[in-house]
């Protein structure tokens, strides 16, 4: 997994609370990024991070803020999660133009 | 709109069996193309990763095919083994932007 994980694993979560999901990385790759992972879609880009504090959105952004204060950490965070935001969440790190590795994803579950 | 997409969606082959999927790509210009391996539950394994100027690359049992005037590539698998079930994922890049994911061809392998 290339020294990326993901936390937590495992989320259930009612309607209209706020939520947020971890990435860290050992490997101090500059570009992080977040991914949903749905039935019938290919894995879709959400945001991500170019550095610290430097961050731009993805296809499908809307509901969805990040952060990154360090270079190791990548922070997702639904500010009032619905239910169509029931998904597996990826976190991926990697040199720009070169292989991604992928964290073990996030389930999330909305209620 | 740049896509990928990937055929058949799903697939059933007996062990030992050999086996090629398909991915074509509207992408442009085009950067590389990288194909994943991903198995449930988990976050997606790079397999190979090819340049416009390569016309194949070999990871063990998986060679990919690249064919950039065509805008093709495929995965082939030699001798599978039960441990190949799992999706294949074909993903394009741009230069400079972020990557565009197929949405998979689920594999499995049966004794």
């Known amino acids: 997994d290339a020294g990326i994980t993901q936390s937590p694993r495992h989320k259930v979560t009612e309607t209209g609370t706020p939520v947020t999901l971890r990435c860290h990385q050992t490997?101090?790759?500059?570009?992080m990024y977040w991914y949903r992972q749905d039935p019938g879609h290919g894995l879709r880009l959400i945001h991500y991070s170019y550095g610290v504090k430097d961050t731009d959105k993805g296809e499908v952004s809307d509901g969805y803020s990040v952060s990154r204060s360090k270079t190791e950490d990548f922070l997702l965070t639904l500010e009032s999660a619905t239910s169509s935001q029931t998904s597996v969440y990826f976190c991926?790190?990697?040199?720009?133009?070169?292989?991604?590795?992928f964290g073990s994803g996030t389930q999330l579950s909305v209620l | 709109k740049n896509q990928v997409e990937q055929s058949p969606q799903s697939l059933i082959i007996l062990e030992g069996k050999n086996c090629t999927l398909q991915?074509?790509?509207?992408?442009?210009?085009?950067?590389?193309l990288r194909w994943y391996k991903q198995d449930t539950g988990r976050g997606p394994v790079s397999l190979t990763i090819m340049t416009f100027s390569e016309n194949t690359k070999s990871n063990g049992r998986y060679t990919a095919t690249l064919d950039a005037d065509t805008k093709q590539s495929s995965l082939h698998i030699t001798a599978s083994q039960l441990s190949d079930s799992a999706s294949y994922i074909c993903v394009v890049s741009e230069r400079d932007t972020p990557l565009v994911f197929g949405k998979g061809t689920r594999l499995s392998v049966i004794a």
């Open positions: 991926a790190t990697g040199p720009i133009g070169e292989k991604l590795f």
């Open positions: 991915c074509n790509y509207t992408v442009s210009p085009f950067s590389n």
């Open positions: 490997e101090n790759h500059r570009y």
